[in-house]
């Protein structure tokens, strides 16, 4: 070996001898370099932005730099400090010649962060600065404040390794979080793909800690289990988390939406997605019990994350339930989101019984500042439900509502109501269907709603009264009780809260229906048959209707029958019973054989009506009436408040009757009925004559006249007239004529005393028969051959006279009688207000004077003729009408002028005479002397 070689060896020997000195050296001896971690820090801010502070820093060199740092602080931009006890870094030496930083080990003790949670997201998400390479790190013991608007999350005892892999890292953490919730962390981060994929899992994580850390002012109780996956896309933003969650012994509160907390079990699986800072979540599966009942469903919500976590977004809940009972749900109603007048209704609800289904429901709201907006909750809720044998009582109802049953749906704020059954009160009314619509409900809420059902009418009646329908208010004001019942199917639509009457049309079947009034003893019914209405019209088909003891059959209608002026034309026929007419509208009324038979037609209104009429009488009778065959119509009946009734004409007309014993026959009576005056007219065959009339009544208490009336009666048979009085005796027959006015002033105390007339009658071929008063004459008479006349009656060729009426005064001075027999004649006067008479008569027999004088000896008499046989005797009457007495009267002492009268009524019956001043002043004839 030469000598240069010799001293390349040993120049070699002795440089590997010092490098492995050194290496051994550098190897076993720890470097103090915290005099130089003032450059470190520059060198972490420089290249990763973060500020940080080191206590010590040890180094070993050999075989690859292992540096020690104790007492490590950082704090940056997402960062508001963490701190470190103890960390050990240990780097790949030939990497690090070329400035590059490969960490083999990273080993951390006591790192305690405390950071913001947005500042935590833009480390992970959007880190703008190259991390070192790490192969393997480990933490333990770590912990973790993570704060959210002042609300805190802390997370401790957390143990965590990761290990670098060909193509990124993968690690695994366990730990607690506030304080008591364990949890097991795992995950791989794809550094190509720049993607962080993991699961995670955890149990006993209390929901209150959470809930305030997530913003709820009314943090929720309870624990949650966990067990998801998870992903995180580094280069995008975006994140994603799917798992099942089990939460147990929930308790939470929902401000806005329900006053009582709701307390819950239940699980559900996960599925979240965040991009571009917009969280997308998915529950589905969802499996709750709460209150006894279990809720099925899945919630979706997709909320801005910036610049606060859920500050605003959407949310939409689906759900179905096990049937709930009807107290269960009512605290569960979400009654502030809804209108004033519907959560009214629905608080004042007592529920008693039954059970609600939801067989499908969801609510679509959307999220402001955090919160759910209650204003578009309404809108967004969808709901199916199944109701199935609900009892409950309503407000304003004094009966429960009891076996409801069917569906509800309700969507776009609109409710639909489908095959709803139920009963009222004690089973007396019963719907057997009820469908329809309720829409609008946020703005004006209209419905359309159809229903048929079975009602006690009594029942019905009491439940129309008590809902206050104000349609039906006039029609119902009056009834105070019903019986029977109704078959019922009815539309309804209009606006909830409107005024005024919603459009309704129905049909009433009604079975044996009575109606009694308050303040009377009267009832309509039973009524049977069918009726339908609307809003403007009630319409009968065949009804067949009581009043009392009469029946009738009705059809026809009335038309605005809720106004204050129905419109109707009704067709009635039947028979109104006798008791019906006596009791209801007439005490005197005749007495129907079998009662009174109607078929006609009335039409009109309050302001006026016609009414076309056949009355079948029978044989009718009201006391001494009989009526046979009569027909009655009527045209142009006006009643209206506050005026008199008028009637532009009511006929009567009668085959055959009789009244008090006087038979008619051919009846025929018109009556106009006028505002100021009532005006009858009538003409009839009556006691084997004819009669006529009119009658004018002054309907106005102003006007002079109380009436003012017409009459003539042509060849009236007298006997029959008396005989039909009931006389037992005979008086006088013959047939009478005649015609007279009378008129009554109004204003006095009685009517009598302003009665006033003339009156003309006569009678002819009759015969006048000896009743009382000529009993009493003819008792004073005491002739013979003239009281034999009277036993069958004096033959009369003329009866007549004519009166005067004044004040109720009745006064003659012609009223004169001419027979074969005799002749007689009367002046004076009746007074029908006392009543009394007072009047003279005068009797010429055609007998001879002698026996005149025998049998009167002190009677008043005249001679005239050659033969002295023409006797007239006088005879004073005055006294009580019903009883005067009778006296012979001298002619010197009756009145001037009353002898001359009476015997020119004798002398000249039927002649024209001459002044009566004449006969007044003709001096008396001088008496026989003849003894």
Do not use: C
């Amino acid at each position: 070996m030469s000598k240069r070689k010799k001293i390349k060896a040993l120049a070699a020997a002795a440089l590997i001898g010092s490098a492995a000195a050194a290496y051994v050296y550098l190897g076993s001896v720890t470097l103090d370099l915290t005099g130089y971690s003032g450059r470190f820090a520059a060198l972490v801010e420089s290249r990763w932005g973060f500020k940080a502070g080191m206590e010590r820093v040890t180094m070993k060199a050999l075989p690859s730099p292992d540096i020690t740092i104790s007492g490590l602080t950082v704090t940056g931009e997402g960062i508001e400090r963490l701190r470190v006890g103890s960390m050990r870094i240990r780097l790949e030496l030939l990497p690090l010649l070329y400035g590059r930083f490969v960490l083999t080990d990273f080993d951390v003790d006591g790192a305690r962060l405390e950071a913001a949670a947005a500042g935590i997201y833009d480390i992970i998400i959007k880190q703008r600065h190259p991390l070192p390479v790490i192969k393997t790190l480990r933490i333990k013991a770590g912990g973790a404040i993570i704060r959210n608007e002042g609300r805190v999350m802390e997370l401790s005892g957390v143990d965590a390794y990761l290990d670098k892999t060909k193509t990124g890292a993968a690690f695994r953490v366990n730990g607690t979080i506030n304080p008591d919730a364990g949890f097991h962390a795992t995950g791989v981060w794809d550094a190509r793909s720049r993607k962080l994929e993991g699961a995670l899992q955890t149990s006993g994580l209390g929901l209150g800690p959470v809930s305030r850390f997530l913003g709820r002012t009314e943090p929720a109780k309870g624990l949650a289990s966990a067990a998801v996956s998870y992903s995180v896309e580094a280069a995008s933003g975006g994140a994603a988390v799917n798992g099942v969650l089990s939460l147990r012994g929930v308790e939470t509160r929902l401000p806005g939406i329900l006053d009582k907390p709701l307390s819950a079990d239940g699980d559900a699986k996960l599925a979240l997605r965040l991009d571009d800072g917009v969280l997308d979540a998915a529950i589905t599966g969802v499996s709750v019990k709460t209150a006894g009942i279990t809720v099925t469903g899945t919630l979706h919500a997709k909320a801005n994350m910036r610049p606060a976590l859920f500050n605003d977004g959407e949310v939409s809940v689906a759900a179905s339930t096990t049937p709930i009972p009807l107290s269960t749900l009512k605290g569960l109603v979400p009654v502030k989101l809804l209108p004033v007048y519907a959560a009214d209704k629905i608080t004042g609800v007592v529920p008693a019984s039954g059970t609600i289904t939801v067989e499908e429901a969801s609510i679509k709201a959307l999220i402001k500042d955090r919160r759910l907006d209650a204003r578009t909750a309404p809108e967004g809720i969808s709901l199916k439900v199944r109701l199935d044998r609900l009892a409950f009582r309503y407000p304003g109802l004094s009966e429960p509502v009891a076996g409801l049953s069917g569906r509800i749906a309700f969507k776009d704020m609109a409710l639909a109501l489908s095959d709803i059954e139920a009963q009222y009160g004690k089973g007396g009314i019963t719907i057997r269907n009820l469908s329809g619509e309720v829409s609008g409900l946020v703005k004006r809420p209209s419905y359309a709603i159809s229903a048929t059902g079975v009602f006690d009418a009594n029942e019905l009646l009491r439940l129309a009264n008590e809902l206050g329908a104000p349609s039906f208010a006039p029609a119902i004001s009056g009834v105070r009780a019903a019986s029977g019942g109704v078959n019922l199917s009815l539309d309804l639509k209009g606006a909830v809260g409107a005024s005024g009457s919603p459009d309704y049309a129905g049909t009433a079947r009604l079975r044996g229906v009575v109606l009694s009034y308050a303040g009377t003893d009267t009832a309509i019914g039973p009524v049977d048959g069918a009726v339908s209405f609307d809003n403007g019209r009630i319409t009968l088909k065949d009804v067949d209707a009581a009043f009392g003891a009469s029946a009738f059959n009705l059809s026809g209608g009335v038309s605005d029958y809720t106004s204050t002026s129905p419109a109707f034309d009704i067709n009635a026929s039947g028979t109104l019973a006798n008791e019906t007419i006596r009791e209801k509208l007439w005490k005197g009324a005749p007495v129907f054989d079998g009662g009174l038979r109607i078929k006609g037609r009335v039409y009109g209104n309050a302001g006026g009506f016609s009414a076309a009429a056949q009355l079948n009488t029978g044989g009718s009778a009201a006391g001494a009436l009989r009526v046979f065959g009569a027909e009655a119509s009527a045209d142009g009946i006006r009643i209206r408040p506050g005026e008199p009734a008028e009637i532009d004409r009511l006929s009567l007309k009668a085959h055959s009757g009789s009244l008090w014993g006087h038979g008619f026959q051919n009846l025929a009576a018109n009556l106009v009925l006028k505002k100021d005056a009532a005006d009858v007219d009538a003409s009839l065959h009556v006691d084997g004559g004819e009669a006529s009339g009119r009658l004018t009544y002054y309907r106005r208490p102003d006007a002079p006249n109380v009436f003012d009336a017409e009459a003539a009666v042509n060849e009236v048979k007298l006997d029959e007239m008396f005989a039909s009085f009931g006389t037992d005796k005979k008086i006088l027959s013959g047939g009478i004529s005649g015609k007279g006015r009378v008129w009554a002033l109004r204003g006095r105390a009685q009517l009598i005393a302003g009665l006033n007339g003339t009156v003309e009658l006569s009678a002819e071929k009759g015969r006048l028969y000896k009743f009382l008063l000529m009993s009493k004459i003819f008792s004073v008479v005491n002739i013979i051959s003239i009281d034999e006349l009277f036993k069958d009656g004096v033959p009369y060729k003329t009866l007549a006279g004519s009166f005067n009426i004044e004040n109720g005064v009745i006064s003659t001075e012609d009223l004169y009688f001419d027979s074969d027999s005799m002749r007689m004649s009367a002046v004076g006067t009746i007074d029908l207000n006392v009543p009394a008479i007072d009047s003279y008569l005068a009797i010429h027999p055609f007998v001879t004077i002698d026996k005149i004088v025998s049998f009167v000896p002190l009677a008043g008499w005249v001679m005239q003729g050659k033969d002295k046989s023409f006797v007239s005797l006088y005879y004073e009457i005055s006294g009580p009408l019903g009883g005067p007495e009778v006296s012979p009267a001298p002619v010197k002492g009756l009145k001037e002028g009353i002898p001359g009268i009476l015997e020119r009524l004798i002398s000249l019956p039927g002649e024209a005479v001459k002044d009566v001043q004449d006969i007044l002043h003709a001096a008396p004839p001088e008496p026989d002397k003849k003894p």
